[in-house]
Nanobody, 119 residues
Framework: QVQLVESGGGLVQAGGSLRLSCAAS????????MGWFRQAPGKEREFVAA????????SYGDSVKGRFTISKDKVKITVYLEMNSLKPEDTAVYYC????????????WGQGTQVTVSS
């Protein structure tokens, strides 16, 4: 069983920065690829970023490329999402998720953390 707990959300002005954290627990959690997703009111869930279990490969959604950075700390078993140059359209609930390598679907999800960017 894998548990994911997000933190770090809040209210920030446009152009500002926030760092989200996802604390993971579970016996084999370091074997999971991790991702961040977001969902704004009335919109579908959107892929934000992902990182492989090794930490060697990352990918980003087009809307956040060049502004967001995903990273992981294997010792702390935590995944981070550094968000810079935030825009009002980044306002959403941000979710951390985990999937085993070779699987296409994310199996485990956190409860989400709210990010609000004011103009």
């Amino acid at each position: 069983q894998v548990q994911l707990v997000e933190s770090g959300g809040g209210l920030v002005q446009a152009g500002g920065s926030l760092r989200l954290s996802c604390a993971a627990s579970g016996r084999t959690i370091n074997m999971y690829n991790m991702g961040w997703f977001r969902q704004a009111p009335g919109k579908e869930r959107e892929f934000v970023a992902a990182i492989t279990w090794s930490g060697l490969s990352t990918s980003y959604g087009d809307s956040v490329k060049g502004r967001f950075t995903i990273s992981k700390d294997k010792v702390k078993i935590t995944v981070y999402l550094e968000m810079n140059s935030l825009k009002p359209e980044d306002t959403a609930v941000y979710y951390c998720a985990a999937r085993l390598g070779g699987q296409s679907n994310y199996k485990y999800w956190g409860q989400g953390t709210q990010v609000t960017v004011s103009s």
